[in-house]
């Protein structure tokens, strides 16, 4: 799903960038754009990252996870 249109960054790139080592909006937007411009899609990417931050697994089974892998493989 499109979560910031006027970068066109999907909830799975923010996602990504979570992964990859992002903790807070600002490194979130530096990492993908999001939020950088009309700021509507910040409240979701802090939605995200609250989500993130409350994971206590591995995430090996995390559908997302999957998904991500699977898409980055093809």
């Given amino acids: 799903m499109v979560l910031c249109i006027c ?4 909830d799975r790139e ?3 960038a979570i992964r990859e080592g ?3 909006l600002g490194e979130v937007a ?3 754009g999001a939020g950088t ?3 509507c899609c910040t409240s979701a990417i ?4 609250e989500r993130a931050a409350r994971c206590t697994s591995d995430c090996a089974n995390c559908p997302r996870q999957t998904a991500a892998v699977a898409s980055a493989a093809l």
């Fill in 7 to 10: 970068r066109s960054v999907t």
């Fill in 46 to 49: 802090e939605q995200q990252l």
């Fill in 22 to 24: 992002a903790r807070s």
């Fill in 30 to 32: 530096r990492a993908s």
């Fill in 14 to 16: 923010v996602d990504a």
């Fill in 37 to 39: 411009d009309c700021g």
